[in-house]
């Protein structure tokens, strides 16, 4: 039971998406990196759970955001992060958010995180494309 416990913490039911929000901009803010953009993807429908994806934008020292990817590493919540594009910041970078001084890398990436029940998916179809009976009630 304990361990089933644990296993619901690291892999949710729920997709959560205020909380997961919640941890990722806390273990941001605590890295002193700017997440500058967050946008959701669809979610991926697997076997046994959901994937989903974000793609984000972010800058701040080059060791503040490897210390933000050790700090996801360390959450309760399983969280993949891919697609890493680090750049530099350049004097003639044209930003609408004014950067931070100490800022020096800018990376673009997808973090996924994953959840067992989805209750936005439509019912998945029958594998011989028929539609199953109505129940038959007595």
């Avoid at 619901?8 to 919640?22: G, H, M, Q, S, T």
């Avoid at 994937?51 to 933000?68: H, I, N, Q, S, T």
């Amino acid at each position: 039971q304990k361990q089933l416990e644990t296993l619901k913490a690291i892999v949710p039911a729920d997709k959560d998406l205020d909380e997961f929000l919640r941890m990722v901009q806390g273990a941001a803010a605590t890295s002193g990196i700017e997440i500058r953009k967050m946008a959701s993807g669809n979610i991926v429908p697997r076997d046994y759970h959901y994937e989903m994806p974000f793609a984000v934008e972010l800058d701040g020292p080059y060791y503040g955001v490897l210390d933000f990817f050790g700090r996801l590493s360390r959450l309760s919540r399983v969280i993949n992060v891919g697609d890493i594009a680090f750049s530099g910041l350049g004097p003639t970078d044209k930003t609408k958010v004014p950067q931070r001084p100490g800022t020096t890398v800018k990376a673009n990436l997808t973090l996924v995180t994953f959840f067992t029940k989805n209750d936005d998916a439509p019912a998945a179809a029958p594998a011989n494309g028929k539609t199953p009976p109505a129940p038959v009630k007595k």
